[in-house]
């Protein structure tokens, strides 16, 4: 692997450098080999004979720096002080072979300084969830930390009940949040310039081309951010706990704890079992995201020439961003033009969604059945089903939207509206029960299923023969949807 240790050189109040603390015998859990190639990690016989022992904190190779480090936050929207790597360290910093940078972060892997009233350990179904869902993002195209791969030990945890510990190596762009700002607002501002430019040449290089480079990258977080969002909104995805402290500022989904991939559709939806006000609920997603670059943007106005006023122009893009794509990517699941058409068809069929509680995920790949019920007769089953949901008022608006929206497809190519259509409505997304079976087996020493789902999730656009009708099959209307809990 290429190293660029670089975080490891700022100021040591920004960080605590320290080795990981070991599990009791770490052993295999999964290996995810396409990060692995492009870390250039396969490439190197001392990481790949040793990555077990390296995952589970028995073995640092000489090239890591492994260090914690300090961040603050606003947690559900209050200011929460200094917090930090309470459990993980950031092991080495790397140059992929796409010439992108590469955090590797061990999560789970004994106490900090920052540990507050921790015990620095993580457990397996929470490692096993988040290694599963980085992994279903990055093949839906959307901008998120992945995992090099995660080891299970004999290490117990206690959390409401004893549990087995585990370790995962996560692999984020970047895993500076938000809340690192913040930290340095409230405990070391004298530090904001320098650490400012090292977001800047390291992350937003380009930005060193702007009249004001400062301003550019501010502009380009928000931006980033507003589609990142949008990009959860078009999937169905709930972050469930977008505390200033979990959003990074590359634009990339991070500390994805009690998520869930919308089934039911239900726009108030909240997935954290924390969230009692349902701050974070799906729907909440893109207000809240303004709101905390609300908080972390006047911060910048310690540095020279950087006012009120030009920060709110840094912040004025986020909304249009976020409607511009958000609207454009809706009518493509829909395999139509961005035009206004196609975005009273779209909201129209998001309102027939909720009204009747129909499966998300299913109920848009299902429009294929409905232009071309021939060549899709998996499709068209689903279609079948949806239908069957429907009582005769919703029959009625449902006969109405398919005829117009029939009419809309064949006006302009059904050939292409079935090509972008597939390729952006999945077949599968990691649904809370299939995660959870597969939790159940590993707990119980089966590794099959992770791999299985694993599997099925590196092509989620694509029908499979290794899925069940588990992978696919929502709750019942009437099933109450549980929230995740945040304990891991």
């Known amino acids: 692997m290429r190293y660029n240790n670089t975080y490891v050189n700022l100021d040591t109040r920004l960080h605590h450098e320290q080795p990981p603390t070991p599990l009791e015998n770490p052993r295999y859990g999964h290996f995810n080999t396409q990060v692995a190639q492009q870390l250039g990690w396969t490439d190197d016989n001392e990481l790949m004979e040793n990555w077990v022992d390296i995952l589970g904190g028995l073995y640092v190779p000489a090239s890591f720096k492994p260090l914690a480090m300090a961040y603050a936050g606003h947690q559900f929207g209050q200011w929460a002080g200094q917090l930090g790597d309470g459990r993980g360290l950031l092991m080495a910093q790397v140059i992929d072979n796409n010439e992108q940078p590469q955090d590797l972060h061990l999560k789970g892997i004994g106490l900090t300084p920052y540990s507050r009233m921790g015990d620095g350990r993580a457990v397996l179904r929470s490692t096993i969830r988040e290694y599963l869902c980085g ?50 607002a409230s405990f070391a501002p004298d530090l904001l310039g320098e650490f400012t430019d090292y977001m800047i040449d390291t992350y937003y290089p380009e930005c060193r081309d702007s009249d004001v480079p400062v301003l550019a990258f501010l502009t380009a977080v928000v931006e980033r951010t507003a589609r990142m969002i949008a990009d959860w909104q ?85 909304e249009a961003t976020f409607m511009q794509y958000y609207q454009q990517e809706l009518c493509q699941k829909l395999g139509l033009p961005h035009q206004s058409e196609s975005l009273a068809l779209a909201f129209e069929w998001l309102t027939l969604l909720e009204d009747n509680l129909l499966d998300y995920t299913n109920s848009f790949r299902a429009l294929l059945g409905l232009i071309s019920p021939d060549e899709h007769p998996y499709e068209r089953q689903l279609l079948t089903t949806l239908i069957a949901e429907l009582d005769e008022e919703a029959q009625t608006v449902w ?51 992770v791999n299985r789902v694993f599997e099925l999730l590196a092509n989620p656009f694509s029908i499979q023969d290794i899925a069940t009708d588990l992978d696919t099959t929502p709750p019942s209307p009437n099933a109450p949807q549980k929230p995740i809990s945040c304990s891991s």
């Not at 299970?152 to 087995?164: H, K, N």
């Not at 726009?267 to 349902?278: E, M, R, V």
């Not at 302009?412 to 599968?428: D, F, G, Q, W």
């Open 135 to 184: 992994h279903a993002l990055n093949q839906l195209s959307i901008p998120s930390s992945n995992a090099l791969g995660f080891v299970v030990s004999d290490t117990r945890v206690r959390r409401e009940s004893m549990e087995s510990g585990a370790a995962l190596m996560r692999v984020a762009d970047s895993h500076i949040r938000l809340g690192h700002v913040e930290w340095i």
């Open 234 to 318: 078009l999937i169905g995805f709930a972050h469930g706990v977008m505390n200033t402290d979990n959003l990074s500022i590359t634009g990339s989904t991070l500390d994805f704890g009690p998520f869930g991939f919308m089934e039911r559709f239900n726009p108030s939806w909240i997935n954290n079992h924390s969230d009692y006000t349902g701050r974070y609920a799906y729907q909440n997603q893109p207000a809240i995201g303004h709101w905390n670059l609300n908080v972390w943007l006047p911060h910048f106005m310690r540095l020279e020439g950087i006012t009120r006023d030009t920060l709110a122009e840094c912040l004025a893009p986020y």
């Open 399 to 449: 006969q109405d939207w398919s005829t117009r929206y029939t009419a809309q497809v064949q006006s302009l190519s059904v050939e292409s509206a079935i090509e972008t259509m597939k390729n952006h409505n999945p077949v599968y997304v990691l649904r809370n029960s299939m995660a959870q079976r597969a939790i159940t087996a590993a707990e119980q020493g089966q590794l099959e299923e």
